[in-house]
Nanobody, 115 residues
Framework: QVQLVESGGGLVQPGGSLRLSCAAS????????MGWYRQAPGKQRELVAA???????NYADSVKGRFTISRDGAKNTVFLQMNSLKPEDTAVYYC?????????WGQGTQVTVSS
């Protein structure tokens, strides 16, 4: 079972930036597509961004141009750089494989965008 540990969340003002990190416990990460997901209160969890093992990426329309997903295979880590944050980006952010594996959801990291 691969463990995924998210970090980097916090409270930020609208227009601010955060960088999330996700560390994986196994090298299978390097050959797997990975994704960042988020769940806002009262809403279903949704895909925010995904990155293939070769580096190609895709994004939800709501974050295109503001968020950037990247990965460091040597460190088994995937990142989500979030710029120009909006209050509607407030959610718990999770990383998982893409598509996600049910048993690989971690605790997530809370991102709150508020003035």
């Amino acid at each position: 079972q691969v463990q995924l540990v998210e970090s980097g969340g916090g409270l930020v003002q609208p227009g601010g930036s955060l960088r999330l990190s996700c560390a994986a416990s196994a090298t299978i990460f390097s050959i797997s597509a990975m994704g960042w997901y988020r769940q806002a209160p009262g809403k279903q969890r949704e895909l925010v961004a995904a990155i293939a093992s070769g580096g190609s990426t895709n994004y939800a329309d709501s974050v295109k141009g503001r968020f950037t997903i990247s990965r460091d295979g040597a460190k088994n880590t995937v990142f989500l750089q979030m710029n120009s944050l909006k209050p509607e980006d407030t959610a718990v952010y999770y990383c998982n494989f893409y598509p996600p594996l049910r048993g690989s959801w971690g605790q997530g990291t809370q991102v709150t965008v508020s003035s």
